[in-house]
């Protein structure tokens, strides 16, 4: 079985600061990781993907995430906050290929102040 | 890049009546589909899986009977909502994969479906 966990439902950072927005798996097999982003009434964006590649992926948006097999984690960031960013950002994994199903953590809102 | 399109973006139907919502894949064939729900400030809730040409696997606890999932097509699934309810109301999100995607997982903009 997989599962997310995602640490904080609501960040908030200044505009210009670091982005940090946690993500941790539980997977029996290697995972596939994504990272969504959610705008107010909208479907989802892809931001970025892990596929057992390299271990830092980069996105769109200026986001990137490293996976950390030792640590269980793909934490998203970010160096500079923009008032654009404001969103509820998803971590998610899916097993045995990128084209399985997805199980979705809780989302965190983020929130981006002047 | 790939793109999931929904279609409507938002239906008020009554109480008691069937609403139908449809996820189009524009420019790849989506060999799987997928229909989630998402209720107010909390995370997607995986519905079904269809693939095309094959009967939909409903997740534990979703009512087949309820939310009769269609594949008929690479490019087109169907969601209807059967003798719809106030408490059916929500965020319905489609997401679709295929060879086409590369394997990447598109997601629709979502329907708001409300019943009143």
């Known amino acids: 079985a997989q599962s997310v966990t995602q640490l904080g439902s609501h960040v908030s950072v200044s505009e210009g600061a670091l982005v940090l927005l946690r993500c941790n798996y539980s997977?029996?097999?290697?995972?596939?990781l994504f990272w969504y982003v959610q705008y107010p009434n909208q479907g989802l964006q892809l931001l970025l993907k892990y596929t057992s590649a390299a271990t830092l992926v980069k996105g769109i948006n200026g986001f990137e995430a490293e996976f950390k097999k030792s640590e269980t984690s793909f934490h998203l960031t970010k160096p500079s906050a923009h008032m654009r960013d404001a969103a509820e950002y998803f971590c998610?994994?899916?097993?045995?290929?990128?084209?399985?199903?997805?199980?979705f953590g809780t989302g965190t809102q983020l929130k981006v102040e002047l | 890049g790939a793109v999931v399109s929904q279609h409507p973006s938002r239906v008020i139907c009554k109480s008691g009546t069937s609403v139908k919502i449809e996820c189009r894949s524009l420019d790849f064939q989506a060999t799987t589909m997928f229909w989630y729900r998402q209720f107010p400030k909390q995370s997607l809730m995986l519905m079904a899986t269809s693939n095309e040409g094959s009967k939909a696997t409903y997740e534990q606890g979703v009512e087949k009977d309820k939310f009769l999932i269609n594949h008929a097509s690479l490019t087109l699934s169907t969601l209807t909502v059967t003798s719809a309810h106030p408490e059916d109301s929500s965020f319905y999100i489609c997401?679709?994969?295929?060879?086409?995607?590369?394997?990447?997982?598109?997601f629709g903009e979502g329907s708001w479906l409300t019943v009143v």
């Open positions: 998610a994994v899916s097993e045995g290929g990128g084209g399985n199903k997805l199980t």
């Open positions: 997977s029996s097999v290697p995972p596939y």
């Open positions: 997401s679709a994969t295929g060879g086409g995607s590369g394997n990447t997982i598109y």
